[in-house]
């Protein structure tokens, strides 16, 4: 990090921390009002929170309303209500989940012949105090669910609100690409991999306790995603020694044949993972600690029109995951949690083998760190603040499989890779950016202060800021390897023997594709690597005012800040000006209501404004303008163009930048520069803004069940989309672009293709959500949600150099080009899931989940470039007509896997249990995957996707002993 941004780091850190240091961590709140016989309020009684299992206590004392409040940690309470006078009631059985807040009302009689009241109750299960709209994953639920790989992110699935199909990874796909749409939070530090490319950090199931999953209307003190929250707490030690050493095997012998491949996929999986926790301090502190080890041997087969290509790699996957966290509770009115995890990853293939050439794929190491401080601290029994200083950092590398001597990076070491060749209908791909590493560090303050007070009702307001340092490293081998433009006819017939050895390119007879070959595109720098800082600040005001016994308001208005968001400071004339404004007008007010019916119903709505956090690829695409030099020299006929494009060596950074036509006055014989992904212009910049309304009943159907139904709709403005040629010029009369090709017809013929992005798209999501949970009891459990759902969204007008300025063409264009609005990508019509678990009886435990999803929308496209248009929309086919947009819908999904498992007593407090999983239990062909390329031969059928829900019926045998 630059002298500068620890400078300002400091600065934010040194202003927030000398704030009053205050609280106890805010994971949950129980209030509730304290009454005499005759339902008159009692102040002053002092009640105390005791969390069982680590002995913690919380004080508070009620106010002239007789309302106390108690920010406190998850687990299980026993309360106890003393004054002066009257009987000390004591209240147990209070079990909340994170993010929860328990209304808890006692009554206390005046003092007679029992001197103590002890009532034992569960926490209410309706929610009288917020609108937001969540779904909490229990402890139980975390621990005792069938969970292929043990991706605990696998379990927000079963969310109410959650629209996403694949398991594990993130919690939500992105509905729009390039467009995240969530954050995830461990112990209320952000942790979200904002790099775009390489995934998310990883985290053990054995770590994360339980985790709450904000569909909606999250409130002010969260923000930076226009869709969900992901708040998951960590592990930590109690009153009693306790540990866990487990392991968890699966095998192909033990599968059913991939229904793509029509072969039993060979593979297995080794999973290690152990535990220990307990008192260093009893009642006071305490320590936790877990390792974990993966091991995965597996096997990928391509699967292409050509059968020379569909080979089979082995490899292994590994991971090592880590977590330490120690708690100390100084006093009722102190703790202090520290915390610290690391983990590793290697992904010996990425992406699998699919329907494309095998050398596609490559591999990918990832690395996880992160550190926490935590210091709460109660003022009064009206007051608190939590103060947290944490570092997330997140980093990964790619490498090819293949290799090539004559790499056009060569001569600075690196014969990693392959040229990229598009034909019409396959591809010999592969990021255009590896070899490549990314890394991310966060530095995050954060202050959150909470004051109580009574006027015209109770007033519970949250107020804090927090300040990110988000510093970044991209380091992209941009189109080094070059790629070859080979769409100007047919797949050649002898493609198996042109490409001869499919992962060394010294192999490859490139100059038999001259004849179909349409022009090169290889990027050339001194230096590859772009380094940027990401200043984010927050500042928020949420007032949860509960006006009278039945109707809490939820009011809030929160400010986000992230400088140079679009990358602001870059200028790269003539396609990036200087002097485009920040974008800092970002308030989002928000508001929303509980009305309590009556005992078993609850009303709840509101609505609320909400803008993104941003991607890396605003900042390094548009920056490299200057630093690397895309040539894009078009086949001059010469029989070795694919080999020999410049018709010698390649040009250094400097030599590139004099051949190019816009640097030496298109001297004959120049050669046309390209861009991608440039910076926004003024107008097209403004961040995605996002409306979020929901209206809604929450009714306890049972002692202890309830059910949910929420109306809920999403409007999002300023969508990012890419436009990848804004060099072409369009024809008002026709409505379609003139042939870029031509260079009469470009905007700047002296370049070639140059692509933006801007915030331009538009979408609405309309859903009616609802859910049933059943809490533990009777020895079941069980919830199930439903959705029903439309996606649209719309393509904005194509952005083209006009009159010396990037701007919106001004007049309708093709459908295909721009302008239309219709059902989206993503758009899926029913959603449904189940679980739950069920102790038999002598330790003998069964536990389910089933997902249904209806299918969901892609779009289709022609694998050529009949526009001309040097880049981007497919949709023309060779018979004039327009492939409709997302018209391909696929297969709908059924999936169940159960466990089965058997608990033994082994003496002295030790127990093992014996595990039996089963995934997909009747064996139903899923797709995730298609070939969606009309030119290809395969066009509509299913691709092998490699993302868990998508597999064949697969075993897994597993053991846990615990202390």
């Not at 299980?76 to 009257?86: K, M, N, P, V």
């Not at 540990?243 to 029509?262: C, H, I, M, Q, T």
């Not at 292409?304 to 880590?322: D, Q, R, S, V, W």
């Not at 595990?915 to 995957?929: I, S, T």
């Amino acid at each position: 990090m630059k002298s500068g941004a620890l400078r300002w780091f400091a600065i934010a850190a040194t202003l927030i921390l000398a704030l009053p240091a205050v609280g106890a961590a805010q994971e949950v709140v129980i209030t509730g009002t304290v009454t005499d016989a005759t339902g008159g309020v009692l102040p002053g009684v002092t009640v105390t929170a005791v969390h069982e299992a680590t002995g913690n206590t919380f004080v508070a004392v009620t106010d002239e309303r007789g309302i106390y409040r108690i920010p406190a940690r998850v687990g299980g309470y026993r309360l106890t209500a003393e004054l002066s006078g009257f009987t000390t009631v004591t209240r147990s059985g209070i079990t909340l989940l994170v993010g929860q807040t328990a209304n808890v009302p006692l009554q206390m009689t005046v003092s007679g012949v029992a001197e103590t009241v002890t009532v034992t109750s569960e926490a209410p299960l309706l929610d009288i105090t917020t609108s937001e709209l969540g779904t909490n994953v229990d402890p139980q639920q975390m621990s005792e669910l069938p969970v292929q790989g043990r991706d605990w992110m696998t379990l927000a699935l079963l969310a109410a609100g959650n629209r996403t199909n694949d398991m594990g990874g993130v919690p939500v796909q992105d509905s729009r690409e390039d467009n995240p749409e969530f954050q995830t939070n461990i112990d209320g530090q952000q942790v979200t991999a904002q790099l775009g490319p390489g995934g998310q950090p990883r985290f053990s199931r054995d770590t994360i306790a339980e985790f709450q999953f904000i569909a909606n209307r999250f409130d002010a003190t969260q923000g930076r995603s226009t869709g969900v929250q992901v708040n998951a707490i960590t592990r930590s030690g109690t009153n009693a020694y306790s540990g866990l050493f487990s392991g968890y095997f699966r095998d192909s012998d033990w599968n059913a044949e991939d229904p793509v491949l029509k072969r039993v996929v060979p593979g297995s999986e080794q999973q290690w993972s152990m535990a220990a926790g307990g008192p260093v301090m009893r009642d006071r502190f305490h320590f936790f600690g877990h390792f974990e080890y993966d091991r995965e041997p597996r096997t990928s087969i391509a699967n292409t029109p050509y059968p020379a290509f569909n080979i089979a790699l082995e490899g292994k996957n590994t991971a090592k995951l880590g977590t330490a966290r120690l708690d100390y509770q100084l006093s009722p009115e102190n703790r202090l949690m520290v915390k610290g995890n690391l983990s590793k990853y290697h992904n010996f293939l990425t992406p699998e083998l699919g329907s494309n050439h095998p050398s596609s794929s490559g591999t990918e190491d990832n690395t996880t760190i992160g550190l926490l401080a935590q210091y709460t601290q109660v003022l009064s029994s009206r007051a608190l603040n939590e103060v947290k200083v944490g570092y997330a950092g997140y980093g990964f590398n790619n490498s090819n499989l293949t290799t090539w001597s004559n790499h056009p990076q060569a001569s600075n070491g690196i014969t990693n890779g392959h040229p990229r060749i598009q034909f019409t209908g396959f591809q010999v791909a592969g990021n255009t950016n590896w070899p490549r590493y990314w890394t991310q560090d966060v530095y995050t303050v954060r202050d959150d202060f909470t004051f109580s007070y009574n006027a015209r009702g109770r007033h519970d307001m949250k107020a804090g800021g927090e300040f990110l340092w988000d510093k970044k490293v991209a380091a992209n081998c941009s189109f080094c390897m070059g790629r070859i433009d080979a769409r100007g006819g047919p797949v050649p017939a002898n493609i198996e023997q042109i490409l001869a050895v499919w992962n060394n390119a010294d192999t490859w007879n490139l100059n038999a594709l001259a004849s179909i070959t349409r022009r090169y595109r290889v990027g050339i720098s001194d230096s590859f690597p772009v380094r940027f800082d990401q200043p984010k600040s927050a500042a928020w005001v949420q007032d949860d005012w509960r006006v009278t016994d039945r109707l809490t308001l939820n009011l809030g208005v929160r400010y986000d800040l992230i400088w140079n968001a679009t990358n602001q400071e870059t200028v790269a004339a003539p396609w990036i000006l200087g002097g485009r404004p920040q974008d800092a007008d970002n308030i989002q007010p928000r508001l929303g209501f509980a009305y309590q019916w009556n005992d078993r119903t609850v009303v709840r709505g509101g609505a609320g404004l909400y803008y993104p956090d941003i991607i890396a690829g605003n900042f390094t695409h548009s920056t490299r303008i200057n630093t690397v030099t895309f040539l894009e020299p078009s086949n001059d006929r010469r029989s070795d163009f694919p080999s020999n494009p410049f018709n010698g060596p390649y040009p250094t950074y400097q030599q590139a930048l004099q051949q190019t036509c816009s640097s030496n006055n298109n001297r004959p014989g120049c050669i046309l520069r390209a861009a991608e992904e440039l910076a926004p212009p003024e107008g097209v910049s403004e961040l995605t803004r996002t409306w979020q309304t929901s209206i809604g009943v929450q009714r306890q159907i049972a002692g202890n069940a309830v059910v949910e139904v929420d109306y809920v709709y999403k409007r999002d403005d300023n969508q990012k989309v890419l436009h990848p040629n804004v060099n072409v010029t369009y024809d008002q009369a026709t409505g379609v672009n003139r042939p870029f090709a031509a260079a009469a017809n470009r905007p700047l013929p002296d370049w070639g293709q140059v692509g933006f992005y801007a915030y331009q798209g538009w979408a609405n999501y309309h859903a009616m959500q609802s859910s049933v949970t059943k809490r533990f009891s009777d020895n079941w459990q069980a919830s199930a949600t439903y959705t029903l759902s439309g996606y649209w969204n719309g393509d904005p007008a194509p952005l083209a150099m006009i009159g010396g300025v990037v701007r919106e063409v001004p007049f309708a264009v093709a459908g295909d080009l721009g302008g239309e609005y219709t059902l989206g990508v993503t758009d899926q019509r029913h959603r449904l899931t189940l679980n739950g678990l069920w102790q038999v009886r002598g330790g003998f435990q069964v536990s389910g989940i089933y997902f249904f999803g209806s299918g969901e929308r892609e779009d289709s496209f022609w694998g050529q470039d009949l526009r001309d248009l040097g880049g981007g929309s497919q949709r023309l086919r060779p018979n004039g007509t327009l492939i409709p947009r997302a018209n391909f819908v696929g297969d709908e999904i059924h999936r169940v896997d159960i466990r089965l498992s058997q608990r033994v007593p082994l003496g002295r407090g030790v127990r093992a249990d014996g595990l039996l999983e089963v995934f997909n239990l009747f064996d139903r062909a899923n797709y995730g995957q298609y070939v969606l390329d009309e030119a290809s031969r395969q066009y509509g059928q299913p691709e092998r996707n490699p993302n868990i829900a998508y597999s064949p019926r697969a075993l897994q045998l597993g053991f846990r002993l615990q202390f």
